[in-house]
């Protein structure tokens, strides 16, 4: 999250210029799942024939807001049965927002040595895009009848880390396990979020690995955005004038889990009639000092909220409400109404797409721990909600002709921490 300057303090310059009608904002929002793959081809480099790979792991996050159900996990090609499944991801098992599974691929070749393998793992699921295929690709071993370039643990998976923090590194090593001596080419963190990774290694290009030797790659997670993050390292090792190209997997969370929580404070204008949250301290020290052109005061409201991606949560988008619309700004819950908010009305301005985290109700109920939040709507040209946990301060609001919005028969919009 940034700081806003004073420019994001644009609903406190004025009463509104223009007046405005029919402005409709959803009653009810459904969640929508989204599937994140921390990659999308796997490359296995020179696998013996019948002697199985290290296990390849492709993680599978549910970057949306409502449950995401993997349906079928289908390896097809015609060197499909080079290549065997394993791991987590089970079908028809939900996956909750922000959690994730893992698929295992190992490569165990039937194919005569000398070849190239490739087959396509296709994942179908529930979310907007519900096929995503995955390339499956190596080279069966002309020479060798064991095992290769072994790594040890076999993938790198960090906890959940808070943005812009620096992890505890963990290590990986990689291992010349054949008789001969190979001659490194590449050892690098490539593609994806290589950026929120950093590696110190005491091997470097080109040098030569002999039997049993390892090379070492410490490395350290920084995520820049919440999330799920991954790359690859990338190494390349010579012999007998063939090359092998293997790619492990390296993958973290930004974010810390959700575990970091903000308070969300609450402000009135009584010039305006206006009502404003926020939890950013430089916009609070802002409002609190009287720095706007009519006067906020706080009103002694608030509620919890996550700072970032959390299981189970969704993110809270910002929007600022130019003159014509209410001078104001909405608080979207999930990427549902987010989105649709943003297709109805193009002329309002995405301030942040993830301003802040919190659940969604399912049919109205807030899951057991959670707070239920509800929202009001001014109905008046110039536009504005009030948010708030307290459900006798919304029903006052209603009797002054507010319109209750939300989810169920109690109208609940979101849920706290």
């Known amino acids: 999250m940034r700081n806003r300057t004073s420019s994001q303090f644009r609903a406190s310059f004025g009463v509104t210029a223009a007046l405005v009608a029919g402005l409709l904002w959803p009653a009810e929002v459904s969640g929508a799942p989204s599937a994140h793959f921390s990659r999308t081809s796997v490359l296995f480099g020179y696998v013996s024939r019948g002697v199985a790979s290290p296990v390849e792991p492709v993680f599978v996050t549910n970057a949306g807001d409502a449950d995401l159900v993997i349906a079928s996990l289908v390896i097809s090609g015609t060197q ?3 290549f065997l499944l394993g791991g987590t991801c089970a079908p028809q098992t939900p996956l909750r927002p922000n959690d994730r599974c893992r698929i295992d691929v190992v490569m165990q070749p039937v194919t005569p040595p000398g070849r190239n393998v490739g087959a396509t793992l296709t994942v179908q699921s529930n979310a907007a895009s519900p096929s995503t295929d995955i390339a499956l690709s190596g080279h ?3 020479v060798l009848t064991g095992p290769t370039i072994l790594p040890s643990p076999e993938w790198l998976d960090f906890a959940a880390q808070p943005v812009q923090s620096a992890s505890p590194p963990l290590t990986l090593l990689v291992t010349n396990a054949t008789p001969l001596t190979l001659s490194l080419q590449q050892f690098a963190l490539v593609g994806g979020d290589a950026g929120d990774f950093s590696m110190t290694s005491d ?3 080109p040098q030569s690995v002999v039997r ?11 995520p820049q955005v919440p999330g799920p993050r991954s790359t690859e390292l990338a190494v390349q090792m010579s012999y007998q004038s063939a090359d092998s190209f293997i790619r492990y997997s390296i993958t973290g969370f930004g974010g810390a889990g959700g575990a970091s929580k903000v308070t969300v404070a609450e402000y009135y204008n009584a010039a305006l009639d206006h009502y404003f949250i926020t939890w950013l301290p430089a916009e ?40 014509q619309f209410g001078d104001s700004h909405f608080f979207g819950r999930g990427i549902s109404e987010c989105n649709a908010t943003g297709q109805q009305y193009p002329a309002f301005m995405l301030e942040e797409p ?5 659940v969604l109700p399912i049919a109205g109920m807030c899951p057991s721990g959670t707070t239920p939040v509800y929202r009001v709507f001014s109905n008046r040209p110039d536009a504005n909600h009030r948010y708030m946990v307290d459900r006798a301060i919304r029903d006052q609001m209603v009797g002054r002709g507010w319109l209750a919005e939300g989810d169920g028969p109690d109208l609940v919009v979101m849920c706290a921490p």
């Open 80 to 82: 499909a049965g080079d």
């Open 140 to 142: 069966v071993d002309p």
């Open 203 to 205: 091997c470097a290009p």
């Open 212 to 222: 049993n030797q390892s090379c070492t790659a410490t490395i350290v997670f920084t």
């Open 284 to 323: 609070q020290q802002n409002l609190d000092a009287g720095n706007t052109p009519t006067r906020w005061n706080r009103t002694g409201q608030s509620f919890q909220a996550y700072l970032g991606a959390a299981a189970g949560a969704s993110p809270v988008c910002r929007f600022y409400l130019p003159p």
């Open 354 to 358: 993830a301003f802040m985290h919190v």
